[in-house]
């Protein structure tokens, strides 16, 4: 199985709602990634987790949460959001951190109202 | 930061035409890899190519790494509407000890039929 599966598709929240993106794995990567992407821009790094401890913050707002809870799941708490979040999450995953290729999940749409 | 710059921002050929993109980066790398995203989606990993080589092929791939030059080209010979797409080169960079991907601005590449 080489799929980075993400859940939901789309996601339309308020400011003041609690909401978590999920992605899942089985590849048996040990480096796991959230990035954001707005439209017509490239990826940028969020969150990493090397062998489910986080090891890169890239001074991201607190309103977003990351939890790794095993080797193969990776979540993104959401609380408090703007509507300048709105964007593409995208989920990846690797065998180790850094300098191997990523597998991209589909990525969540979220749009904050 | 952006590590890796990527000309043109656009391209628009015709289906049998080749394909080549640029990019260009400012520190040292170990390796230096090319995705692809349509629109909307996850990214695909296409090519990593390392430090040490100057010239990777993968199918109608080829891509070249000048790294005194601290630069990259993707050429996609004849191209398919199929290869429509944004085209990203992503380089690694250090941070606390750990190792990240930072993705340059991609092109946009458009095939007609």
């Known amino acids: 199985d080489t799929e980075v599966t993400q859940t939901p598709k789309h996601l339309v929240m308020g400011m003041t709602n609690k909401k978590s993106l999920k992605c899942e794995q089985h590849m048996g990567h040990r480096a796991m990634y959230w990035y954001k992407q707005k439209a017509k821009k490239p990826p940028e790094l969020m969150f990493v987790y090397s062998y489910e401890k986080l090891s890169i913050n890239e001074s991201v707002p607190s309103r977003f949460s990351p939890e790794c809870p095993n080797s193969s799941l990776l979540n993104l708490h959401l609380h408090a959001l703007q509507p300048e979040d709105s964007a593409l999450y995208l989920c990846?995953?690797?065998?180790?951190?850094?300098?191997?290729?990523?597998?991209f999940g589909p990525g969540t749409r979220l749009t904050v109202l | 930061s952006q590590q890796g710059e990527e000309d043109p921002q656009a391209l628009s050929i015709q289906e049998g035409e080749n394909a080549t993109m640029n990019c260009s980066y400012k520190t040292s790398i170990n390796n230096l890899q090319w995705y692809r995203q349509n629109s909307g989606r996850g990214l695909v990993h296409l090519i990593l190519i390392r430090s040490n080589e100057r010239e990777k092929h993968s199918g109608r791939l080829r891509v070249t790494l000048d790294t005194s030059k601290k630069s990259s080209s993707l050429l996609i010979t004849a191209s398919r509407a199929a290869d429509t797409a944004s085209y990203f080169c992503?380089?690694?960079?250090?941070?606390?000890?750990?190792?990240?991907?930072?993705f340059g601005a991609g092109t946009r590449l458009a095939v007609h039929p």
């Open positions: 990846a995953s690797s065998q180790g951190q850094g300098l191997n290729e990523q597998f």
């Open positions: 992503a380089t690694d960079a250090a941070s606390g000890g750990y190792n990240k991907l930072i």
